[in-house]
């Protein structure tokens, strides 16, 4: 089966510590995402990386950061910079040919910091 | 900037009865357009697209939505709601690097 899956679902920090979400495809996509969502806000863009070794910033970047060293995995690590790190987030990816603005999303993983 | 608004947080509506979640719309360019449906503590899933070509657009579990260049909106409606489909409903545009710019989502309860 093609798909994106993330790991944990669940993630508990303590307020201070690094984190890392992880996200890995198998549908051969160029780009990925990272967004996160908070209740009442939609999703909000944090990276996005359109080929190996590269990556953009999206609207909310402070306080993440990406690696992108392989096609199919995309991690994203919480620091501790990041102010307000409790929310779920999501990872998505797409092809850049053909369908190339339909984006598959992960299943999620809800971060609580406490 | 591309972005959308949807219109209404919260959604009611009677099963059985027609759905309208409306999007409207603000680009510079000639916008691709996305309903994502989320349930509880999942990801998202594609409802249907709108690229180029007709505007009224097909998608899953027999939602669709029409584009409307002279209204800049892309409103999703279903004819006769079903108790499965009580989820939150995303509306999306295409903008930089092929991210998406999502509206603030539309939380749909279907009642008996």
């Known amino acids: 089966d093609g798909g994106i899956t993330q790991s944990p679902k ?7 510590q690094n984190v890392t979400l992880s996200c890995e495809q198998n549908l051969n996509h160029d780009a990925m995402y990272w967004y996160r969502q908070d209740p009442g806000q939609g999703l909000r863009l944090i990276y996005y990386s359109q080929i ?24 994203l690590t919480v620091t501790s910079a990041q102010k307000n790190p409790t929310a779920f987030y999501l990872c998505a990816s797409s092809s850049q040919t053909g369908s190339r603005y339909e984006q598959y999303f992960g299943p999620g993983t809800r971060l609580t910091v406490t | 900037a591309q972005s959308v608004t ?8 009677s099963e059985g009865a027609l759905v309208l979640l409306r999007c409207n719309y603000s680009s510079s360019v ?12 999942q990801g998202l899933q594609l409802l249907l697209k709108y690229t ?11 939602f ?12 999703l409606t279903k004819p006769s709601a079903h108790m499965s489909d009580a989820a939150e409903y995303f509306c999306a545009v295409v903008s930089s690097g092929y991210a998406l710019n999502f509206g603030k989502g539309t939380s749909l309860l279907v009642t008996p």
């Open chain 2, 30 to 41: 000639p916008p691709y357009l996305f309903w994502y449906v989320q349930y509880p503590n």
């Open chain 1, 10 to 16: 669940y993630l508990f920090r303590k307020e201070g």
């Open chain 2, 64 to 75: 669709e939505a029409e584009f409307k260049k002279s209204e800049t909106s892309f409103h």
């Open chain 2, 6 to 13: 949807q219109l209404g947080s919260h959604v009611s509506v």
């Open chain 1, 52 to 75: 190996v070794n590269d990556f953009q910033k999206g609207d909310i970047a402070e306080g993440y950061s990406v690696s992108r060293e392989k096609k199919e995995s995309f991690p």
């Open chain 2, 52 to 62: 180029t070509g007709a505007t009224l657009v097909k998608g899953i579990n027999g």
